[in-house]
């Protein structure tokens, strides 16, 4: 079973206890991935580095449609490579730091707003 990290340039939020602020953990039979903030994966670890997280404003009601794919259509019509994470609350996209400015672009020319 191979483990895969993949951190975040920079912290989305403040953590509580031992873990860090952003963590999402996924085991398929094969493999488990853990994307964390950066400062969270050990250095000697095979990791994919620097990319930043995008968070949709939430909550989002469970009953609402489309935000997430929304998203990924604007993007991917700007060719800009996404790993897309929901929790209950909201949706993450992770857009690898030197792709941040095209996808803020294109999502702004979307209608959203980025901060």
Known sequence: MSHQFLSLGRSIGAGAGP???FVCLCRTPDEVSVVAAEGAIPPDAEAQRGFLAF???GPIAFSV???LAELAGVLAAAGVPILALSTFDTDVLLIAEERAGAA???IVAAG???E
């Open 65 to 67: 449609v489309g935000v």
């Open 104 to 106: 803020t672009e294109a």
């Open 112 to 114: 959203w707003t980025v």
């Open 19 to 21: 873990l860090p602020a």
């Open 55 to 57: 968070q949709v404003a």
